[in-house]
C-alpha cells in the first residue's frame, strides 16, 4: 500500500476515534443520567481521554494535510495516554474503584496510539 493512502487511513481513524471519543466522553460527563448508568467511572480518565478527543481529531486533520506537527502532536497523544494509563493502574493498585471495559479501553488506545505515532514518524521520515 503507498504512503499516501496509508497516511488517509490513519488520518480517517484518528478523526473518527476522535469524534467516538467526544461523542461517549461527552455525554457521560454531561448528560446526568448516562453519567449514572455509566456505573464506577474514573473521572480523571474520562476527562483526559475526552479532552484528548479533540487532540485526536486535530492529528488525523494533521496527518491528513501533512503537516510535521501531526507527528509531535501524535507522539504526545501516545505519551499522555501510556502515562494516563499508568496512573489509571495506581488507582486500582490503590484499591480505587474501576471497571475492566475502562482496562480494555486503555489498552486498545495506548497500542493504537502508539501505532498512529510510530505510522506518523515513519511517513515523516520518508518524506525528507
Known amino acids: 500500500m503507498n504512503k499516501t493512502i496509508t497516511s488517509r487511513i490513519i488520518a480517517s481513524i484518528a478523526i473518527a476515534w476522535g469524534i467516538i471519543t467526544l461523542k461517549a466522553g461527552g455525554t457521560t ?4 443520567e448516562a453519567r449514572a448508568a455509566a456505573g464506577d467511572i474514573v ?9 484528548l478527543g479533540f487532540a485526536y481529531i486535530t492529528a488525523g486533520i494533521g496527518i491528513f494535510l501533512k503537516k510535521p506537527w501531526a507527528k509531535t502532536l501524535s507522539i504526545a497523544i501516545a505519551g ?6 499508568a496512573a489509571f ?3 486500582i493498585a490503590l484499591g480505587g474503584i474501576y ?6 479501553a486503555m489498552t486498545v488506545r ?4 502508539v501505532a498512529i505515532a510510530y505510522q506518523t514518524v515513519k511517513a515523516s521520515k520518508t518524506d525528507s
Not at 460527563?29 to 446526568?32: G, V
Not at 499522555?80 to 494509563?85: A, D
Open 29 to 32: 460527563l454531561f448528560i446526568p
Open 43 to 51: 473521572l480523571f480518565v474520562l476527562w483526559i481521554n475526552f479532552l
Open 80 to 85: 499522555i495516554t501510556i502515562v494516563t494509563y
Open 89 to 91: 493502574g495506581v488507582n
Open 99 to 104: 471497571k475492566i471495559k475502562t482496562v480494555k
Open 110 to 113: 495506548s497500542l493504537g496510539w
